[in-house]
C-alpha cells in the first residue's frame, strides 16, 4: 500500500506469519515516500528464525535500500532485487521439500518376481550369442510376463494354417501383428491389422502383411505373425519405457501411449530403482494422471496396481542391464485391469562387455547379499539388506526390545517412540547401499504369515577404509546363535564392499556382546573411557 509505513509493514508480516494457512512469506518494499526500507528490514530481521516458515524479501530500489538489503542478509533472510526470483526462489524450495518427501516416503512393500533374473538373464544371452539384438513381439512379452507384468495372450503362427488353428483356440475378434526378429515397429510396414471377425478375414490379414513386409523391407523380415485376442480399448493407452543416457545409464520413461505418442508428448522420466512411492510421484509429473484419476464420470484406474507394475518394471530394468532399450507401448490401463498389448526390447550386441555395461546412476538393492540360515534350535531366518518398505517391521522389531538392551545397544535409555520416529527410521531404512548399511534376520510367522525382524547388524563408513559395526537381537531371540551369525555376515559384506577394516565399541559390562565379537575375531582393547571396550577386525 502506498501510505503504509515501515510499522504496518512489519505488523502484516507479523499477522502472516502466525497464519497456519500460510507456508512462508515474501515480503516486497517498492521506492515510496513513507516507508522507512531500513527501518522495515531492522524490525523484520526479528521474524528470521521464530515464525518455522521460510521468510524472503525483495528490496526494490537499488542504492536506496542497500542499508536494509545489508541488514536483512545478515539476519539469514535471503534478499532479491525483484519478486519474481524470490518468487522463484520459493518454487526452487517447494520442489526440494516434494522431491525430499517423496525420497522419505515409505513406499509399500513388493514382493519380487521369484526367479525372473535368472531365466530372463539366460533368455537374453541366448539372444545376444545368436547375433541378434532385436527380440520378436513373441519374445519381449514373455519377458514382461517373467517379472509379472501382464500382457495379452500372444501366440507365435509361422504359417497361414497355424494362425487359422491359433485364431480358432483364441476366439474371434483376433489381431494380427508382423512376427519378426530385425523390425522393431510393425505399423512402419503396415504390419498390424485388428478385429478381425472370421477366418476368411485372417487368412486375407495374413497374406496382406506377408506382402506389405516383402514390398517394404524383404521377405526375409517375415517370420509369421502373432495372435492375439482383440481387447477392447475402453481406457487409457500409456507407454511405459526405458532407454540409456550417457550421464545417467538407464533412465524409466512414463506418459501417454499409443500412436499418438510423439504427438502429445505428455512423459516424465525417473531413475531406477522405483518404489511405489517414486513411482507414484513419476505419474504424478504427467498429464494423463489427472485423467487416471478419473474424469467426467469415469472411474479412476487402480492406480496402486499401477505403481506396483512400474516397480515390477524398474526390477527388470535394473536386474537385466544387457538390455539396451525396452518400451512398453500401448500398456492399457482400465478401472478393472492393466495389460501390455505390445512391447519391444532390444539387447546391446555381442560385442558389449560386462566391464562395459552402463551404470546405474543409483545403486541397485544388492541382492547377492541374501542368505537363508538357521539358527541352533533350527528356526530359518533370512538374512537380508534392509529396504525402505521395511520401516514398519523395523518399529515392531524395536517394541521387542527390552530397556537393559536399548541401554546396551545406545549406551543411553532411549524411549520407543524417539526409536521409531520416521526421521530417525530412514537413516536407516533409506540407505544408498555405498557407504555401509543394515542386515536384516527376517522370519515369517508361521502362525501369522506375516513377516518379523529378529535382529539387526550394520555397518556404516567413519572415514575411507574403516566402518563401525554393530549388532542387537530382539530380547526373545537372544542366546540361539543369531548376533553372532549376523555380526559374522557384518563382516563378509563389508569386505565385499572393500572395506579394511570393521570397529566396534562396547560398555564393559556388555559380556555377551563383547563374547560375539570375539567369536567373529574381533580384538577387544580397554579404552580411556573406563565404561567401554574397543574392537578391531582387520578385513
Known amino acids: ?11 502484516a508480516v507479523d499477522i502472516v506469519s502466525k497464519d497456519p494457512a500460510s507456508d512462508g512469506l515474501l515480503a516486497i518494499i517498492a521506492p515510496q515516500g513513507l516507508a522507512d526500507p531500513t527501518a522495515a528490514a531492522t524490525e523484520m530481521a526479528k521474524y528470521a528464525h521464530t515464525s518455522g516458515k521460510p521468510l524472503l524479501a525483495s528490496w526494490m530500489g537499488g542504492e536506496g535500500v542497500a542499508e536494509g ?107 494380427l501383428k508382423l512376427l519378426s526378429n530385425t523390425i522393431a515397429h510393425k505399423t512402419d510396414v503396415d504390419g498390424v491389422r485388428l478385429s478381425l471377425q472370421n477366418e476368411d478375414q485372417l487368412r486375407s490379414a495374413f497374406r496382406s502383411i506377408r506382402v506389405s513386409v516383402t514390398e517394404k523391407a524383404g521377405a526375409n523380415h517375415f517370420l509369421g505373425v502373432t495372435v492375439q485376442p482383440m481387447v477392447r480399448r475402453d481406457g487409457y493407452e500409456l507407454i511405459l519405457g526405458s532407454t540409456i543416457d550417457a550421464q545417467f545409464g538407464p533412465v524409466i520413461l512414463f506418459g501417454s501411449g499409443g500412436v499418438m505418442v510423439e504427438v502429445y508428448r505428455d512423459r516424465a522420466l525417473a531413475l531406477p530403482p522405483l518404489n511405489t512411492t517414486l513411482a507414484q510421484r513419476l505419474m504424478e509429473q504427467t498429464r494423463i494422471f489427472a485423467a487416471l484419476n478419473g474424469v467426467r464420470g469415469r472411474k479412476s484406474v487402480d492406480l496402486s496396481a499401477l ?181 559374522a555376515v557384518v563382516a563378509r559384506v563389508a569386505r565385499e564392499e572393500k572395506f579394511k577394516r570393521l570397529s566396534g565399541e562396547i560398555l564393559r559390562d556388555n559380556l555377551a556382546t563383547q563374547a560375539i565379537f570375539k567369536k567373529v575375531g574381533f580384538k577387544l582393547r580397554s579404552m580411556e573411557d573406563p565404561s567401554s571396550i574397543s574392537a578391531l577386525l582387520e578385513l
Open 307 to 487: 505403481e506396483q507394475l512400474l516397480v515390477r518394471f524398474s526390477q527388470l530394468v535394473m536386474e537385466q542391464p544387457w538390455i539396451r532399450e525396452i518400451d512398453i507401448n500401448p500398456l492399457l490401463a482400465t478401472p478393472d485391469h492393466l495389460l501390455a498389448l505390445d512391447a519391444r526390447v532390444v539387447v546391446h550386441d555381442s560385442g558389449m562387455t560386462a566391464e562395459s555395461l552402463p551404470r546405474a546412476a543409483i545403486r541397485p538393492y544388492p541382492a547377492q547379499y541374501v542368505w537363508e540360515w538357521k539358527m541352533k534350535d533350527g528356526t530359518p531366518v533370512t538374512i537380508r539388506p534392509i529396504r525402505p518398505e521395511d520401516e514398519p517391521l523395523m518399529v515392531q522389531f524395536h517394541r521387542t526390545l527390552s530397556e537393559r538392551s536399548v541401554y546396551l545397544r545406545y549406551f543411553c535409555s532411549l524411549s520407543l517412540s524417539t526409536r521409531v520416529e520416521h526421521e530417525r527410521l530412514v537413516r536407516i531404512c533409506f540407505g544408498s547401499y555405498d557407504r555401509g548399511f543394515a542386515l536384516l534376520a527376517d522370519r515369517k510367522n508361521p502362525e501369522t504369515g506375516h513377516h518379523e525382524v529378529l535382529g539387526v547388524g550394520r555397518f556404516s563408513a567413519i572415514h575411507r577404509g574403516e566402518a563401525e559395526a554393530a549388532v542387537l537381537v530382539s530380547d526373545q531371540w537372544q542366546g540361539r546363535g543369531l548376533g553372532t551369525e549376523l555380526l
Open 69 to 175: 538489503t545489508v541488514i536483512l542478509n545478515t539476519a539469514g533472510i535471503p534478499t532479491f532485487s525483484y519478486p519474481d526470483t524470490a518468487a522463484r526462489a520459493f518454487t526452487y524450495m517447494w520442489r526440494y521439500t516434494y522431491n525430499l518427501r517423496g525420497l522419505y516416503e515409505t513406499p509399500e512393500m513388493i514382493e519380487p518376481a521369484i526367479d525372473a533374473r535368472k531365466k530372463v538373464t539366460e533368455f537374453v544371452q541366448q539372444t545376444r550369442s545368436s547375433g541378434r539384438t532385436l527380440l520378436n513381439e513373441f519374445e519381449a512379452k514373455q519377458v514382461l510376463a517373467s517379472y509379472g507384468i501382464p500382457v495379452v495372450e500372444t501366440r507365435a503362427a509361422e504359417s497361414e494354417e497355424q494362425a487359422v488353428a491359433t485364431a480358432s483356440a483364441i476366439g474371434y475378434p483376433v489381431v
Open 1 to 11: 500500500m502506498a501510505d503504509a509505513d515501515a510499522e504496518r509493514f512489519v505488523k
